[in-house]
């Protein structure tokens, strides 16, 4: 079984940076599909991106796209989440899961219960 624990979360300014890392053990992690969801208080946990193990398959959210960034370091079995022109919407705790593919993580599917988040918050 894949564990993930994620960290990078912080308090930031609109329009400000931040970089979020989601560190993979077990076994075959280097295998999976990759991404990231976030939760904002009183709504659903959405999809946000994705990235497949070999790291040539990715996908982001319409809301996120041009602005976020994923990417993958096979070798430290860690994910990473590069947040850009950051706004106040984006506020909420981030969650890293893993999957087969990052077309199933984009509808949700994922495997493994979800970690702990981390929270980003942007403030105006």
């Known amino acids: 079984q894949v564990q993930l624990v994620e960290s990078g979360g912080g308090l930031v300014q609109a329009g400000g940076s931040l970089r979020l890392s989601c560190a993979a053990s077990?076994?075959?992690?280097?295998?999976?599909?990759l991404g990231w969801f976030r939760q904002a208080p009183g709504k659903e946990r959405d999809f946000v991106a994705a990235?497949?193990?070999?790291?040539?398959?990715?996908d982001y959210s319409d809301s996120v796209k041009g602005r976020f960034t994923i990417s993958r370091d096979n070798a430290k079995s860690t994910v990473y989440l590069q947040m850009n022109s950051l706004k106040t919407e984006d506020t909420a705790v981030y969650y890293c899961?893993?999957?087969?593919?990052?077309?199933?993580?984009?509808?949700?599917?994922?495997?493994?219960?979800w970690g702990q988040g981390t929270q980003v918050t942007v403030s105006p």
């Open positions: 899961a893993f999957g087969s593919t990052t077309r199933n993580l984009q509808s949700g599917d994922h495997f493994g219960s």
């Open positions: 077990g076994r075959n992690a280097g295998l999976y599909a």
């Open positions: 990235i497949s193990g070999s790291g040539n398959s990715i």
